[in-house]
């Protein structure tokens, strides 16, 4: 298939990082949340004066609620208790976001623009491709059909198909939009099982991917992470945050913001600080 297909079925698989032309992602399973034990509820923030590459800068302020911390090369990390206060954890998380997309804003303008473009293309017409070789491969659960650069590929749980320099591939929970043309890749889906599974949210264009994830069940665990190959104006090249929290709040709400774009100990370390607070 083309080439455009392997990094988007690799993300699919949810196994290892798969390299584009520009962007790298890894997604990993998350594990049953009931496994995990429940999360506690946090009165006070637990501050330590470090945490793996952390350093705690002052006291706790605003009433034991935030605490701030320095990381390598000017890295910043602030963690958060949010009390809900009759709003939903989607919202709260919602305004998190917000205020970090505003260190970023190329990456934003990027996302949002190949975003548009897409929902436009959707509702288009696709022309047809121009006559070349053809394949046709059939079988008990396998059906294969090529012409020139299109095909259509239908295994057991996997259903492909390439238009052009376009692909669309269903793999389990997962579906997945790929452009070869602009280096997009979009991908949504959720786990399977009793209730309301996990899921995972991929945009990738060119120079900026967002990586959206959270666990099933009523208590919240929740990832989200922008970054941008570009340096903002002050240098940053990721932001994002880590939250948890019990049913009811309160959260715990650990914020990164980075100028390495790997997610390094920086994030790890920041996941540390809310696994300490309110378990894992």
């Given at each position: 298939m083309r080439s455009l297909l392997m990094p988007a079925l690799c993300l699919a698989a949810l196994t290892a990082a798969c390299d584009g032309d520009s962007?790298?992602?890894s997604s990993t399973h998350t594990q049953d949340s009931d496994a995990k034990g429940a999360l506690k509820v946090v009165q006070t923030l637990h501050c330590p004066q470090t945490m793996g590459s952390l350093t705690r800068k002052g006291s706790a302020t605003a009433g034991g609620a935030v605490c701030t911390y320095a990381g390598p090369r000017g890295a910043e990390v602030s963690l958060h208790l949010v009390k809900l206060d009759g709003a939903t954890?989607?919202?709260t998380l919602t305004a998190f976001e917000q205020r970090l997309s505003t260190a970023m804003p190329q990456a934003v303008a990027q996302l949002t623009a190949a975003a548009d473009q897409g929902k436009a293309a959707a509702g288009g017409t696709t022309e047809p491709s121009a006559a070349g070789d053809r394949a046709s491969i059939k079988g008990p659960g396998v059906d294969i059909q090529t012409e020139g650069d299109d095909a259509t590929v239908s295994l057991p749980g996997l259903h492909i198909e390439s238009r052009g320099d376009q692909a669309s591939v269903r793999i389990g929970g997962f579906h997945i939009d790929a452009s070869d043309g602009d280096g997009a890749v979009d991908i949504e889906g959720s786990g399977s099982g009793s209730g309301e599974g996990d899921s995972v949210s991929v945009q990738a264009h060119q120079d900026a991917a967002e990586i959206r994830t959270s666990a099933g069940g009523e208590s919240t665990r929740a990832s989200w992470i922008l970054t941008d190959n570009r340096p903002?104006?002050?240098g940053w090249r990721l932001v994002g945050y880590e939250a948890r929290g019990p049913a009811g709040g309160?959260?715990?709400?650990?914020t990164v913001r980075s100028r390495d774009r790997e997610r390094g100990s920086?994030?790890?370390d920041a996941k540390e600080l809310v696994t300490l607070n309110v378990g894992e």
């Open positions: 962007v790298r992602i954890p989607a919202e903002s104006e002050a309160p959260l715990v709400v650990a920086v994030f790890e």
